[in-house]
Nanobody
Framework: VQLQASGGGLVQAGDSLRLSCAAS????????MGWFRQAPGKEREFVAT????????DYADSVKGRFTISRDNAKNTMYLQMNNLKPEDTAVYYC??????????WGQGTLVTVSS
């Protein structure tokens, strides 16, 4: 199983980025997917999740209204559209795949840096 996160970069506050997570080696359409992030010196935290059928999403309070998670099962890819980025969104963003409530597979992370 491979989860390849991409799309990170250096942006200014207020800018937008779209992260992608390309999955291979698993029946993607049967797995729920999620995004997590870890800021320097902090623990990893939940950002957003989407269920396998693309019908239910959930977000951390800190990103509600600014981030949108989506997936394209035909492309085995998940996305995170991040708008109105803030310096506190600076972190390494990880994608993960879950079956049920447990995340079984993790990607390598992509760095997002938001300057003020």
């Amino acid at each position: 199983v491979q989860l390849q996160a991409s799309g990170g970069g250096l942006v200014q506050a207020g800018d937008s980025l779209r992260l992608s997570c390309a999955a291979s080696g698993l029946p993607f359409s049967t797995y729920g997917m999620g995004w997590f992030r870890q800021a320097p010196g902090k623990e990893r935290e939940f950002v957003a999740t989407i269920n396998s059928s693309n019908r239910r999403t959930d977000y951390a309070d800190s990103v509600k209204g600014r981030f949108t998670i989506s997936r394209d099962n035909a492309k085995n890819t998940m996305y995170l559209q991040m708008n109105n980025l803030k310096p506190e969104d600076t972190a390494v963003y990880y994608c993960a795949a879950r079956y049920g409530f447990d995340y079984h597979f993790w990607g390598q992370g992509t760095l997002v840096t938001v300057s003020s």
